[in-house]
């Protein structure tokens, strides 16, 4: 069989985005590199949003937003984003890009395959593929196994899945300027749902039928709110260019504990999205980053000490997630209220600074204390006894 250093199991953002900072570390010319995956990434299969003040990745963002709008049934609010910018990046954009970079590199192979099992086998991994086996010094796993989670209670699973249409239409409805971060002012049906808009001209526009909850639904209903509530804007025709269709898992599970000396999770499969928005591509930028420095310290010697077993962080925003999943859970039709009380008058900035875990304690509590302060001291108590 053949031997590699590193192996990673699935090509999907974060296993990417590590390659991605390992080559630009310069610091492992030297290992040899297999990714795997049954998906090619030759198609605009997703888009990524994101807020940023910072020019990530600014070469391949397809449109940004200097405001955004949050709503509901009785009120509308513009916020106004400074300093940062609220940003797309189409995912097929990103795949070239990285697929461009590490073509460069002879080290670092793409293998077309589908992996059907991997284990560790003492100081060496085994990576079997529908063709063929490989061994290796370290695995990468970014394939989500579900039942990770839904074989367990501890730790709630909400869904944030979606339908979206990238449409053209007749009347000049939207701002280009201005996105739609969430309007809850469609009927949430015991639900969190809401419509997220994303205008790239004022007659073209992405918008995404959305819900945090336990339960998909079927493609019909997503449709035809879609539907009705390009209806409501006053456009009579249009044309859908394009459609997606998306689930992202939020749950604080502890995924880092299934980790090994040897084999590490990430992603989806490693609790990287953001539990409790379903944001993955500014966490999995600093997670990979935070994972190829954690690299770099252990093979900085001939004799490399990497154990994937203490690469993990569980801290202020992990528990503040919890409590927000654990209401959701049971009373998942709070969702709207608990967003709405953030946005009405909370300041937009600290509110996006929180939501990147990026602010200190008094930061957090002018966004935490806006916050419906009864149902979060009681999913705290609840939650002691359960961790």
């Given at each position: 069989m053949q031997h590699f250093d590193y192996i990673f199991t699935g090509?999907?953002?974060?296993?990417?985005?590590?390659?991605?900072?390992?080559?630009?570390?310069?610091?492992?010319?030297?290992?040899?590199?297999?990714?795997?995956?049954?998906?090619?990434?030759?198609?605009?299969?997703?888009?990524?949003?994101?807020?940023?003040?910072d020019n990530l990745f600014e070469e391949i963002v397809s449109k940004k937003w200097n405001q955004a709008i949050f709503a509901n049934e009785k009120f509308?609010?513009?916020?106004?984003?400074?300093?940062?910018?609220?940003?797309?990046?189409?995912?097929?954009?990103?795949?070239?890009?990285?697929?461009?970079?590490?073509?460069?590199?002879?080290?670092?192979?793409?293998?077309?395959?589908?992996?059907?099992?991997?284990?560790?086998?003492?100081?060496?991994?085994?990576?079997?593929?529908?063709q063929e086996s490989f061994t290796c010094n370290k695995i990468f796993n970014s394939i989500y196994n579900p039942k990770v989670v839904t074989t367990q209670t501890k730790f709630p699973l909400i869904h944030q899945h979606f339908v979206g249409w990238f449409i053209?239409?007749?009347?000049?409805?939207?701002?280009?300027?201005?996105?739609?971060?969430?309007?809850?002012?469609?009927?949430?049906?015991?639900?969190?749902?809401?419509?997220?808009?994303?205008?790239?001209?004022?007659?073209?526009?992405?918008?995404?039928?959305?819900?945090?909850?336990?339960?998909?639904?079927?493609?019909?209903?997503?449709?035809?709110?879609?539907q009705k509530y390009i209806e409501n804007l006053g456009i009579t025709e249009y044309e859908v260019i394009e459609k997606e269709q998306g689930n992202i898992p939020m749950t604080c599970y502890p995924f880092w504990k299934h980790n090994t000396k040897n084999i590490i999770n990430i992603g989806s499969a490693g609790g990287w999205t953001k539990a409790s928005t379903g944001y993955t591509f500014k966490n999995a930028y600093k997670k990979s980053k935070a994972l190829v420095e954690f690299l770099e310290k252990n093979i900085s010697t001939s004799l490399d000490k990497t154990d994937f077993k203490r690469f993990h962080k569980k801290d202020k925003f992990w528990f503040y997630d919890l409590l927000l999943l654990d209401i959701l859970s049971s009373k998942n039709e709070l969702g709207s209220k608990i967003f709405s009380s953030m946005f009405k008058e909370g300041n937009s900035t600290v509110i996006f600074k929180f939501l990147d875990e990026e602010t200190s304690f008094l930061e957090d509590l002018q966004v935490i204390w806006r916050c419906p302060k009864i149902l979060f001291v009681k999913a705290l108590f609840g939650r002691m006894f359960h961790l």
């Open positions: 090509s999907g953002l974060s296993a990417l985005m590590t390659i991605y900072e390992m080559v630009l570390s310069g610091k492992f010319k030297d290992k040899s590199i297999l990714l795997i995956d049954e998906n090619a990434k030759k198609v605009n299969d997703r888009t990524w949003c994101f807020w940023d003040e509308n609010r513009v916020l106004e984003l400074t300093p940062y910018q609220y940003k797309k990046i189409n995912g097929l954009d990103f795949y070239e890009l990285v697929f461009k970079k590490i073509a460069e590199h002879k080290n670092i192979h793409f293998l077309n395959q589908k992996v059907v099992d991997f284990t560790e086998l003492g100081n060496h991994c085994i990576v079997k593929t529908e053209k239409s007749k009347e000049d409805v939207f701002t280009p300027n201005c996105a739609t971060f969430m309007d809850f002012s469609v009927e949430q049906k015991g639900n969190t749902r809401f419509m997220y808009v994303l205008p790239t001209s004022e007659n073209e526009a992405l918008l995404e039928y959305t819900l945090f909850s336990k339960n998909l639904l079927p493609k019909e209903e997503y449709e035809a709110e879609i």
